[in-house]
């Protein structure tokens, strides 16, 4: 599919570009520049990340999985259960209080599952699986795009832990893969549509750890701190774009920053053009209990100190497993599940959930 070029007359939002290579050597100066996106806005642009193949592969996957005729897709639904896993139809979440339905379609693949192939320990049959043209090309394209990423969000995960002042390997024990969790690889299609004011995906906040996004056109936008407008976020060819999610900034008491961020159509020349992107979300393991590890870091223990002083609206305590945690805001974002606007307001994660 040929991209028409980003509309220069749109404005957007910087990102800082990381270079993976630089962090894989410890760059001191490269690892200053990752800690200042990670604590200002939580996003930044990556590259060298030695993904670019393997993503290829994946997006090559996408349309043999989404040409599927509907009811053989619906045969892999996730359901309304708070699973995430398997194959989501466009119109099966809401974007907002009001109940607007969302325009996009994907397909999860479980890291439990790619790991563990050619066994299914998430997904397992004959009640449930994947479409026929995920399963082909689990082991060959799914399983190393997903043990690539682990590779990369982990040394991006390790070098927060030490600049939290965390033991040694602390944030990797909440992501060990013996260990189930809902970590996935998404896949994702945006239907082609004239009005660049469609909400596909509605304004949240990551469930997990990080995210990995590869993004061909336009359409991620992001509300910065501080703003009242929604920015454009520039794809960069041969850039992924990474956020924090939710459990990194409980786990750091606020220091690391899941920002809101939503996803609408392709502006101005990409417009009216099927939009494709691609993400994998690391997520901590299904028991972890998403707190702030103020007993283990003396500059988490201060951050949330000045946090709960100034009443910012962030929980550090959450009380809730990691599983917990992720199930009630998938099952809250359901249309099956709607019951009105409270529904979507208990979808939401760090942004709406007052200091305890």
């Known amino acids: 599919m040929i991209i028409p070029s980003w509309p220069e007359d ?15 050597k410890r760059d001191a100066a490269e690892i200053e520049r990752l800690w200042e996106a990670a604590t200002k806005l939580g996003f930044w642009y990556l590259k060298n990340h030695e993904v670019d193949e393997l993503a290829q592969k994946m997006f090559d996957l996408g349309p043999e999985v989404m040409d599927l005729p509907l009811e053989e897709k619906m045969k892999y639904e996730q359901g309304d259960q708070g699973g995430s896993f398997g194959y989501k139809m466009a119109g099966g979440n ?33 009640s449930t699986s994947y479409p026929a043209p995920a399963l082909a090309r689990m082991e060959s394209v799914v399983a190393p795009f997903v043990r690539k990423s682990l590779e990369v969000n ?43 004011q469609k909400i ?21 936008q992001v509300l910065p701190p501080g703003s009242e407008t929604w920015q ?19 786990f750091s008491g606020g220091i690391l920053r899941s920002n809101l961020h939503r ?8 417009a009216n053009t099927e939009r494709w992107s691609l993400v994998f979300f690391s ?8 707190r702030a590890l103020t007993e283990e870091s003396d500059m988490i223990s201060k951050a ?23 199930g009630r805001r998938m099952r809250n974002q359901r249309m099956a599940n709607r019951t009105g606007p409270e529904t979507w307001m208990a979808s939401r994660g760090t942004e709406r959930i007052e200091v305890v």
């Not at 607007?100 to 299914?120: H, Q, S």
């Not at 454009?232 to 409980?250: F, M, Q, R, T, W």
Request: hydrophobic letters at 40%.
């Open 263 to 270: 996803v609408v159509p392709p502006p101005s020349t990409q």
């Open 283 to 290: 997520r901590p393991g299904n028991s972890f209990v998403l």
């Open 10 to 24: 749109v404005p957007t939002h910087p990102l800082l570009v990381i270079d993976y290579q630089l962090l894989k």
């Open 200 to 220: 596909a995906i509605g304004s949240h906040t990551d469930f997990g750890s990080l995210s990995f996004l590869h993004n061909r056109q336009g359409g991620l």
């Open 154 to 196: 982990s040394l991006i995960m390790d070098i927060f832990n030490d600049k939290l002042g965390l033991k040694k390997g602390r944030l990797a024990e909440f992501h060990v893969n013996e260990q189930w969790s809902s970590s996935e690889a998404r896949i994702i299609k945006n239907r082609a549509t004239p009005n660049t």
């Open 94 to 126: 809401a974007v907002a209080a009001n109940g607007e339905p969302d325009t996009t379609e994907f397909l999860n693949v479980a890291k439990d599952d790619a790991l563990a192939w050619p066994n299914l320990v998430r997904r397992a049959p004959p």
């Open 304 to 326: 949330v100190a000045a946090a709960r002083a100034g009443g910012d609206g962030k929980k550090f305590n959450t009380g809730s497993t990691a599983e917990e945690w992720f």
């Open 232 to 250: 454009y976020v520039k794809p960069l060819e041969n850039h992924a774009i990474c956020n924090i999610g939710d459990a990194l900034s409980i």
